[in-house]
């Protein structure tokens, strides 16, 4: 299989996105492109997963790529979010991202709501790494068409999954978070080999 990463790490923070090739990678082949070139007209054939990186930006600031956003809404290959990833994925079908009243760093316990298929074979809490300012608000969830996969005391909204789409997105960084992260990366990129749109009740 075939995997696309789209960093949002530019500049000297290009080399944060070493670690989410790396994990990729010994899964599936894969290619990087900055954020700054896709667009709605991206060709994906050849793809069978895209996973969207964190970055240092601030979605509630309106730091975030218009053409990237509008990549997101017509996204349907399997996809996971990575913190930015995540909140971006959210806010690109509806969903507000604040700024919290900290910046939240470290390790964390998160609760795993539904395991399937992220969490599959894990705890139902796991010790993940945090490093995020932004949150997706929960309370906008059923509207964006997302449901909630996990959450802790720190963050209402760690995990998500589309209710229609094979769209998902973790609050949290698996490409810090050792043998937990490499297991959510796994598993992802195993539901992304094994999907098929026919069977999930919609035609791509």
């Known amino acids: 299989m075939r995997t696309l990463i789209v960093s949002s790490y530019h500049g000297d923070w290009t080399p944060k996105a ?19 070139r896709v667009s709605p ?26 053409p990237f956003l509008q990549f997101l809404r017509r996204l349907d290959l399997p996809t996971l979010g ?13 969903a507000r991202v604040f700024e919290g009243a900290r910046f939240i760093e470290g390790y964390d ?5 539904e ?5 599959h074979g894990l705890d139902e809490e796991i010790v993940v790494m945090e490093s995020h300012r932004e949150h997706v608000d929960f309370d906008d969830l ?14 209402d909204v760690e995990a998500i999954r589309h209710i229609e ?32 749109p026919e069977l999930q009740g919609r035609t791509l």
């Open 18 to 36: 070493e670690p989410v090739r790396e994990m990729v990678h010994e899964f599936s082949d894969c290619d990087m492109v900055l954020d700054t």
């Open 115 to 119: 395991p399937e298929p992220l969490f």
């Open 41 to 66: 007209d991206t060709d994906l054939k050849g793809y069978d997963a895209v996973v969207l990186t964190g970055s240092p930006n601030l979605v509630s600031r309106s730091q975030l790529e218009l």
């Open 109 to 113: 316990t998160v609760r795993v709501l």
């Open 82 to 94: 990575i913190c930015y990833g995540h909140q971006m994925l959210a806010h690109a079908f509806g």
């Open 165 to 196: 789409r094979p769209l998902f997105g973790v609050q949290f960084h698996i490409e810090r978070s050792g043998i937990v992260g490499r297991a959510v990366m796994e598993n992802f990129l195993r539901f992304a080999r094994d999907y098929k």
């Open 142 to 155: 059923d509207r964006t068409g997302f449901e909630l996969l996990a959450n802790s005391t720190t963050c």
